[in-house]
């Protein structure tokens, strides 16, 4: 079973995410900010990471840097998730590290394929 850590700070949109994950049969790690979710990251070796964008504090993409250049984490795969998609913010998001997005409000149809296609690849 894959073990999947979200990093989200709105309960509504944790709420969902891991409503979704947990009936796609994956299980499902919580961090409300993204020190904790570093920290989780680091202890658990998740298979795959859903990282808010917009978080208190530390943002997602800092936190996803911090993971990619850490030799224990750095190969964990990392989704950003963000309402704000904008000009520019894809390139930001691939360029810290993430290896896809997914738009906010999710999609649920999309935001599973996307995670189910990223978890299988080699």
Do not use: W
Request: charged share 20%.
């Amino acid at each position: 079973m894959y073990k999947i850590l979200v990093v989200e700070d709105n309960a509504s949109n944790m709420k969902l995410t891991v409503f979704l994950l947990e009936n796609a049969g994956y299980s499902v790690l919580k961090a409300l900010d993204a020190e904790t979710g570093i920290e989780l990251a680091i202890r658990e070796q998740p298979d795959l990471i859903l990282m808010d964008v917009q978080l208190p504090g530390m943002d997602g993409l800092q936190a996803t840097r911090i993971l990619k250049l850490n030799p224990h984490t750095q190969q964990i795969k990392i989704i950003a998730m963000t309402a704000l998609v904008m000009a520019g913010d894809r390139e930001k998001i691939i360029a810290a590290g993430c290896n896809g997005y997914v738009p906010k409000p999710i999609q649920y149809k999309e935001f599973l394929k996307l995670v189910t296609d990223l978890l299988n690849k080699a």
